[in-house]
């Protein structure tokens, strides 16, 4: 069939190619969430490259996600760069540019606080940069469409055997600051936006990695996930609000990041329960954190946001 390539089956089958590609070692990756088959496949070169399979059931999804990727691209950001996008007999797969470097959420919170606080800045502005790709005029209005997950999460939270102490808080909160959804402004989403899915290259540079998530919707709540870096490192989640906006925070982005963290919390414990007691301990003990941070949901600013440092 035209178009239909062979991807190697086993670690290190010498002279099989990924359309001009041609790697002769790939190791897998298990490092992630991803349902993605990630793999270091190498060349005979030598050099390094991203390879990432899916099944073929995704391939309209992966074919606009590997799109996507190249309008970020475009913009400048120091990411994993999209090589190529195809079907093999293995899924759908695309190739992409290897990141040497570390993982930044276990190098951040090791440097000092300055540091901590520029690679934050860094994020804020890479951020900054994503969202200005705007969404699509057929995007459904953000107020209906986030009031729809909203009630679905509240519905599976109240069904879910395991809650929060103090939970109620978190409903209690949405539902007084809902208003705060209208005629909110969307914008193309990394899905996923936080130091676990960023590294540290070879250079110092910090660079974006898994978009796999990605979507549209209001910009802020892009901000979400901070709470897994808030819990490592304030100066960096402090860096990167302030870098987003270059100035002045806002109050009512306080406001709506309170009340999306609390939506995202809600549903976190139901989503835990799948993977067993671990996860749903590190879900309660985040849900504990983010009501110590926000006064049992009193205070829209949290206690981890330090302001600006200076260098």
């Known amino acids: 069939m035209n178009g ?3 991807l190697f089956s086993s670690l290190s089958r010498e002279g099989e190619i990924v359309s001009h590609h041609k790697f002769v070692t790939r190791e897998l990756i298990k490092k992630g969430w991803s349902g993605d088959k990630k793999y270091c496949a190498t060349d005979n070169n030598g050099n390094k490259f991203l390879l990432r399979v899916a099944p073929i059931e995704q391939y309209g999804f992966k074919k606009k996600e ?3 990727m190249q309008h970020v691209e475009a913009l400048g950001i120091p990411m994993c760069r999209p090589l190529e996008f195809g079907i093999s007999e293995e899924g759908v797969y695309s190739i992409q540019t290897w990141i040497d470097g570390v993982d930044a959420e ?3 919170p090791t440097l000092s ?3 901590q606080y520029a690679y934050g800045l860094e994020s804020g502005r890479i951020l900054r940069k994503i969202h200005s790709i705007p969404a699509p005029d057929s ?3 953000w107020e209906s469409l986030f009031n729809r997950k909203i009630d679905y999460k ?5 069904e879910c055997p395991i809650k929060y102490e103090n939970g109620q808080v978190f409903i209690d909160y949405i539902n007084e600051n809902r208003y705060l959804l209208k005629d909110r402004p969307q914008s193309y989403q990394h899905g996923d936006y936080h130091f676990g899915n960023m590294m540290i290259d070879r250079t110092g540079q910090l660079c974006i990695i ?13 901000f979400n996930r901070i709470v897994w870096n808030a819990q490592k490192s304030p100066l960096f ?3 990167m609000v302030n870098g987003y906006f270059d100035g002045t925070v806002p109050l009512e982005f306080w406001k709506l990041l309170a009340l999306y963290i609390s939506s995202n919390t809600l549903s976190s414990v139901p989503w835990a329960i799948p993977f067993g007691n671990n996860q749903i301990q590190v879900m309660i003990s985040q849900a504990k954190d983010v009501l110590t941070w926000y006064d049992h949901m009193r205070n829209s600013v949290p206690t981890w946001y330090t302001g600006s440092v200076k260098s």
């Open 66 to 68: 590997f799109e996507m």
């Open 210 to 222: 898994d978009f796999n998530r990605n979507d549209y919707g209001d910009p802020w709540e892009e």
């Open 113 to 115: 606080a300055t540091n």
């Open 154 to 158: 509240i519905q599976k939270y109240m």
């Open 139 to 141: 995007q459904e209005d």
């Open 106 to 108: 276990e190098m951040i």
């Open 4 to 6: 239909i390539i062979k």
């Open 237 to 239: 989640s402090s860096g």
